[in-house]
């Protein structure tokens, strides 16, 4: 009888570590992206390329929406996703948050491609005037380091304004409503803004910011799927090129997948960046200087060090870009 208990318990266990095996193989063959609603990410998916290219290594893809970088970048560090697109302050956010991920690659600097806007028929004229005024912004985002950098240039300190965190759909209620004075926000939501609510723009970034798109990867990930990730900064990088010399026909594909008119996607297309590269050291530098402006500022509590988050590619993914 003991002979027979033991013999089932050794086949149940084999077949436990047989179907444990067979989930952490299938993991591993799906790539799950996380994406924003603009970016050169929602062109990829449109056209899938990176599918037929990734089957060919016996991986699938799995695309998941975020409303902004700091929730998708959330979603890396729980385990939702495997990689995805965000602005320049959100990974800074998330080191200091303790998320084990690794900048990828970048997009050229963007920086018409946010702003901060006041309704058509604010008073408000310029940054200076924000003094004591209500300012919506998704906390964390890029627009995070605009906002900061603007008021800086105008004079003023950032404890000078009375900051509201609100994603963006909530964002846009709270401007329509007028109960806020003005709205730190990017593309298309920006563009959306301008075209449907004639909102004027006080500042973009231009002279103030970079505003790169970064791509991140779980750490995990990118190490043990080097050649995934080069495929897709490979990918990335071709589409973009592509919208670079084809802006209307871009723009009627990412129009319908975006819910926006053409005229509302062209802007935002326009004033994107294309050309995903891998990180370079003026990259890091750049990033650095914003870690270390949220540190000074009390809105992250320590000290980063960007050059510890970055993804060094091998050679062979390197040489092949």
Do not use: C
């Not at 071709?238 to 010399?245: I, N, Q």
């Amino acid at each position: 009888m003991r002979t027979i208990t033991l013999r089932r318990s050794l086949v149940a266990l084999f077949a436990a570590a047989i179907s444990f095996g067979a989930i952490t193989q299938a993991q591993a063959e799906t790539l799950r992206i996380g994406y924003q609603k603009y970016g050169t990410l929602v062109l990829l998916k449109a056209k899938g390329t990176l599918e037929k290219r990734l089957a060919e290594q016996g991986v699938e893809v799995k695309w998941t929406e975020f409303p902004g970088g700091p929730q998708l970048l959330e979603g890396l560090n729980v385990g939702s996703v495997d990689f995805g697109v965000t602005g320049e302050t959100p990974p800074v956010f998330a080191q200091a948050a303790g998320a084990d991920l690794l900048y990828v690659a970048h997009e050229p600097p963007a920086p018409s491609g946010e702003a901060i806007l006041v309704p058509k028929d604010s008073p408000i004229k310029s940054v200076a005037e924000l003094k004591g005024k209500k300012v919506v912004l998704n906390k964390g985002s890029n627009v995070h380091y605009l906002l900061v950098r603007a008021l800086e240039d105008a004079g003023l300190k950032y404890g000078d304004i009375t900051p509201v965190y609100l994603p963006p759909a909530d964002a846009r209620a709270a401007f329509e409503r007028g109960s806020v004075d003005a709205w730190v926000i990017w593309d298309p939501f920006q563009s959306a803004a301008e075209k449907q609510l004639q909102a004027r723009s006080l500042r973009d970034g231009t002279g103030l910011v970079d505003n790169h798109q970064f791509y991140l990867a779980t750490r995990t990930y990118a190490e043990q799927h080097p050649q995934v990730i080069g495929t897709l900064v490979e990918e990335i990088r071709g589409v973009g090129e592509w919208v670079k010399g084809n802006l209307d026909e871009a723009t009627s594909q990412v129009a319908p997948l975006i819910g926006l008119s053409p005229e509302i996607t062209r802007q935002a297309v326009e004033r994107q960046g294309y050309g995903a590269q891998f990180i370079t050291p003026d990259v890091v530098e750049a990033q650095q200087k914003i870690a270390d402006t949220f540190t000074e500022l009390k809105l992250i509590p320590k000290q980063l060090t960007i050059k510890d988050v970055i993804w060094n590619p091998p050679a062979k993914v390197a040489q092949a870009q």
